[in-house]
């Protein structure tokens, strides 16, 4: 039992052979969407049509670029998923240096690059998915980039040409049965793809963030915009043009509806530090009747090397949970030390109680939470309330009662406005460095953390009453 055991790790558990953070992408397949943008595609869809104009240099003049894929019958069209699946060949396939059109590996691999759950629907979701792409052929009009010729031309090809699966029972059979290697599962590129990848029409992908997006959207964006990013740092792109055939939003809706489809996916790129905040009028600008263009730029990353001992240490910490470094550097810069380690250690044993249903993606999560202030859940996870400017004033708002979170809500709540104004200006001269240069820093710039120090502030003036009140009342007792 024990060998079984062992020869299990062995075959399921191997760590992961590169960093997060240094994944690849294929320049060609970040132009386009390969897939639709939903989870599902209607039964009678078979074909998904992608198509902008650009100016081509070799040839002068303007021209047309359209991808058009098209599905089998038996396995439809693909979706945002399978989208990711092949972005995990990619990965697999940089292990070997992109030396071999034919790649083996095995399916917990796979998943475990792309950071799906490890149970019986991932496998068989993953499955489904290789098979898909066997059956779909793309058609590139003028749209497929060729390096080594510096041109634009038509290729119409499978993106996969073999897909060999063995599952994990046979493996560990024919292990036990023999002193030979298990065989492994395997896929293999289509020539002109494996071409690309030789050129070197490769990018640069930081696999860490994109795992940490919820929103097919959002990932689908972060593909595109990290390959426009390469030139510069700044980007305008008509919106009809940028939504519908970049990130495979409907043709079908107005301009109303593509922002609103658009916007939950920026916000997203936002939070995580790849995209600058910009007001809602910078970002969608009216150009003509019926003609909007949107904006991006991409957000600088902080200098990680100029931070101390113990930022760099929570910069490692918060890196060990999934946030990407970068990320993981500006909210050391931007919140307490303090309000980052209580929001890490919310998160483990969230994650102890295996509570992940409710948290899908916990990287995203811990951003998050430390970003709007999360307070440590009791039943659901809430956001922290922010404190109330008016509150009648209660005679005795707490009795007996321990510094615990509860008492401290109380306590403030009971303030009235001109007393939490006093209790704020007196702690700011008692509270650490960190927290009252935070605390000024982000009131000047006017940032969303400010309510966060804000409220840190006043918890610790809280926090030093009740803890005295407490003293006092067991003295006199």
């Known amino acids: 039992?024990?060998?079984?055991?062992?020869?299990?790790?062995?075959?399921?558990?191997?760590?992961?052979?590169?960093?997060?953070?240094?994944?690849?992408?294929?320049?060609?397949?970040?132009?386009?969407?390969?897939?639709?943008?939903?989870?599902?595609?209607?039964?009678?869809?078979?074909?998904?049509?992608?198509?902008?104009?650009?100016?081509?240099?070799?040839?002068?003049?303007?021209?047309?670029?359209?991808?058009?894929?098209?599905?089998?019958?038996?396995?439809?069209?693909?979706?945002?998923?399978?989208?990711?699946?092949?972005?995990?060949?990619?990965?697999?396939?940089?292990?070997?240096?992109?030396?071999?059109?034919?790649?083996?590996?095995?399916?917990?691999?796979?998943?475990?690059?792309?950071?799906?759950?490890?149970?019986?629907?991932?496998?068989?979701?993953?499955?489904?998915?290789?098979?898909?792409?066997?059956?779909?052929?793309?058609?590139?009009?003028?749209?497929?980039?060729?390096?080594?010729?510096?041109?634009?031309?038509?290729?119409?090809?499978?993106?996969?040409?073999?897909?060999?699966?063995?599952?994990?029972?046979?493996?560990?059979?024919?292990?036990?049965?023999?002193?030979?290697?298990?065989?492994?599962?395997?896929?293999?590129?289509?020539?002109?793809?494996?071409?690309?990848?030789?050129?070197?029409?490769?990018?640069?992908?930081?696999?860490?963030?994109?795992?940490?997006?919820?929103?097919?959207?959002?990932?689908?964006?972060?593909?595109?915009?990290?390959?426009?990013?390469?030139?510069?740092?700044?980007?305008?792109?008509?919106?009809?043009?940028?939504?519908?055939?970049?990130?495979?939003?409907?043709?079908?809706?107005?301009?109303?509806?593509?922002?609103?489809?658009?916007?939950?996916?920026?916000?997203?790129?936002?939070t995580v530090g790849f995209l600058e905040t910009m007001p809602v009028a910078q970002r969608y600008v009216k150009i003509g009747r019926g003609q909007w263009k949107i904006v991006f730029i991409k957000k600088a990353v902080p200098q990680v090397e100029l931070l101390g001992k113990e930022e760099s240490q929570s910069i490692k910490r918060l890196a060990d949970r999934g946030v990407t470094p970068s990320v993981a550097a500006e909210l050391v810069r931007e919140f307490p030390v303090e309000l980052i380690e209580m929001q890490m250690e919310v998160l483990d044993r969230l994650l102890e109680k295996k509570d992940r249903e409710s948290i899908r993606n916990p990287a995203g999560y811990l951003v998050k939470s430390i970003r709007e202030g999360y307070a440590p859940p009791k039943k659901q996870l809430q956001p922290m309330p922010a404190v109330v400017t008016e509150m009648p004033r209660n005679s005795s708002p707490i009795e007996k009662a321990a510094p615990d979170q509860s008492a401290v809500d109380a306590y403030l709540l009971a303030l009235t406005p001109t007393e939490l104004a006093e209790l704020e200006e007196t702690m700011l001269e008692h509270v650490g460095a960190t927290l009252a240069e935070g605390y000024l820093r982000s009131k000047q710039a006017k940032t969303s953390a400010f309510s966060v120090y804000r409220r840190m502030v006043l918890e610790r003036g809280a926090r030093q009453f009740l803890a005295t009140q407490c003293k006092a009342e067991k003295s006199a007792a």
């Not at 070997?96 to 917990?108: A, D």
């Not at 799906?116 to 489904?128: Q, V």
């Not at 658009?262 to 916000?267: G, S």
């Open 1 to 270: 039992m024990e060998d079984a055991n062992r020869n299990d790790s062995l075959l399921t558990k191997a760590p992961l052979p590169f960093d997060l953070d240094d994944g690849r992408d294929e320049l060609n397949l970040a132009e386009f969407p390969l897939a639709a943008i939903a989870d599902r595609v209607p039964d009678n869809q078979k074909t998904l049509v992608f198509e902008d104009r650009i100016f081509d240099s070799g040839r002068s003049e303007m021209i047309t670029r359209r991808l058009t894929i098209s599905a089998s019958d038996k396995y439809g069209l693909p979706t945002s998923l399978d989208d990711e699946v092949i972005l995990g060949l990619i990965q697999l396939t940089k292990q070997n240096r992109f030396t071999e059109r034919k790649v083996n590996f095995s399916r917990y691999q796979l998943i475990q690059i792309l950071g799906w759950r490890h149970e019986g629907r991932s496998y068989d979701r993953l499955e489904k998915s290789l098979k898909r792409w066997l059956g779909v052929t793309l058609y590139y009009d003028k749209a497929w980039w060729d390096k080594d010729e510096q041109t634009w031309v038509d290729e119409n090809f499978h993106i996969l040409e073999q897909v060999t699966l063995y599952d994990q029972e046979r493996r560990l059979k024919r292990l036990r049965s023999s002193n030979s290697e298990p065989p492994l599962s395997s896929f293999a590129w289509n020539e002109v793809v494996f071409r690309s990848f030789k050129s070197g029409y490769l990018k640069a992908i930081d696999l860490g963030l994109f795992r940490q997006l919820e929103y097919a959207a959002a990932k689908r964006m972060y593909r595109f915009l990290d390959k426009r990013f390469y030139h510069k740092s700044r980007w305008e792109f008509d919106l009809a043009e940028f939504a519908c055939e970049h990130i495979g939003v409907s043709r079908n809706y107005d301009t109303g509806q593509l922002k609103r489809r658009l916007q939950p996916a920026i916000d997203e790129l936002e």
